[in-house]
C-alpha cells in the first residue's frame, strides 16, 4: 500500500469551479507538501504545511494532522491552473515520499 | 528569484555509457538531493546530501550512483554505467536548512533517454 494516497487521480473542470484534491497518508510526519508539475515536466512547490491552513492567492492547503489529511483547493479555476498537482510527505528523515499526483485540466 | 538549475535538459546515451547530470543549488543552501521520476510514474527519493556526504539514500540508489560536490556551487549525479531503465526524469532540489523545517526547492529536471 501507499503510504500517500491522493484522489482523484484525474480531475477535469470548467473555468471558474471550485477544485478540492484529496492526499492521504498512513504515516507520522513531520511536514506536508502540495507540488505542481507542468507537462514540461518542472516541479514548483506550493506550500509546505505541517498544521492549520495556508492560502496563496487562489490556493488554499489544509491539514489535519489528526486525521492523517490534507486537501489543496483552488478558487475561481482557471485553464492556466491545469497540471499534475502532487502530494508528498516529509517523515522524520529529510526524504520526501510522494503520491501519485493528481492530473487536473480546466477548460475554458 | 533564486532557483535551482539543471543540465542538460535533455541526455540522451548508450547503454553502458556514464552519464553525468548538473545541478547548481540556490546559493547558501546547505542540504541537497537527487530525485528520480520515471515516465508515468511518481517522483522517487535517490539521496540526500549534506556537509559533503550522503545522509540519506534509497535502494534505487545502488553501486552504480554517486553523487559529488565538485565546488562551492555545483551537485552532480553520476551513472556509471547505464541502463535502459534509468531511463527517467531526474530532478535536483536544495533547501537552506537553517530555519529547520523549511522547503525544497526543485530544479527543472533533466530527461535521460538510455538507447
Known amino acids: 500500500k501507499n503510504e500517500v494516497e491522493q484522489s482523484p487521480q484525474n480531475l477535469t473542470a470548467q473555468e471558474g469551479e471550485f477544485i478540492t484534491i484529496n492526499c492521504s497518508y498512513s504515516v507520522g510526519i513531520s511536514a506536508l507538501h502540495w507540488l505542481q508539475q507542468h507537462p514540461g515536466g518542472g516541479i514548483v512547490s506550493l506550500f509546505m504545511l505541517s498544521s492549520g491552513k495556508k492560502k496563496h492567492g487562489r490556493l488554499i492547503a489544509t491539514i489535519n494532522i489528526q486525521e492523517k489529511h490534507s486537501s489543496l483547493h483552488i478558487t475561481a479555476s482557471h485553464p492556466r491552473d491545469s497540471a499534475v498537482y502532487i502530494c508528498?510527505?516529509?517523515?522524520?528523515?529529510?526524504?520526501?515520499?510522494f503520491g501519485t499526483g493528481t492530473r487536473l485540466q480546466v477548460f475554458p | 528569484e533564486p532557483e535551482v538549475t539543471q543540465t542538460p535538459s535533455h541526455q540522451v546515451t548508450q547503454m553502458g555509457q556514464e552519464v553525468i547530470l548538473r545541478c547548481v543549488p540556490i546559493s547558501n543552501h546547505l542540504y541537497f538531493y537527487w530525485y528520480r521520476q520515471i515516465l508515468g510514474q511518481k517522483v522517487e527519493f535517490l539521496v540526500s546530501?549534506?556537509?559533503?556526504?550522503?545522509?540519506?539514500k534509497s535502494e534505487i540508489f545502488d553501486d552504480q550512483f554517486s553523487v559529488e560536490r565538485p565546488d562551492g556551487s555545483n551537485f552532480t549525479l553520476k551513472i556509471r554505467s547505464t541502463k535502459l531503465e534509468d531511463s527517467a526524469m531526474y530532478f535536483c532540489a536544495s533547501r537552506g536548512g537553517l530555519a529547520g523545517l523549511d522547503e525544497q526547492f526543485f530544479g527543472p529536471g533533466t530527461r535521460l533517454t538510455v538507447l
Open positions: 508528498a510527505v516529509r517523515k522524520n528523515t529529510d526524504k520526501l515520499i
Open positions: 546530501f549534506y556537509n559533503n556526504e550522503i545522509s540519506e
